[in-house]
């Protein structure tokens, strides 16, 4: 794999990390936020929001890993 593309590669998926962990971060908040209103409907939006930010972000940290294996 060329230097120039793994580096390239690396940087987009790390976006993506920054991105989700910012994501998770607000629904995280909302959800935590919510918490103490009566609105089960609304509440279980949030934790649908938080469960599939942090499954996303359990398969971006699992690519990083992944090609820092390949680079190693």
């Known amino acids: 794999m060329a ?3 793994f580096i390239e590669q690396l940087l987009q998926i790390k976006d993506q990390e920054i991105d989700t962990r910012g994501q998770l971060d607000e629904a995280r908040e909302a959800l935590y936020n919510y918490s103490t ?3 089960k409907a609304q509440w279980m ?3 649908d929001q938080v469960t599939t930010l942090a499954i996303r972000l ?3 940290e699992e690519e990083l890993r992944k090609l820092e294996h390949e680079h190693v």
């Open 37 to 39: 209103v009566d609105n």
């Open 45 to 47: 939006i949030y934790l």
């Open 3 to 5: 230097i120039d593309l």
């Open 58 to 60: 359990d398969h971006i």
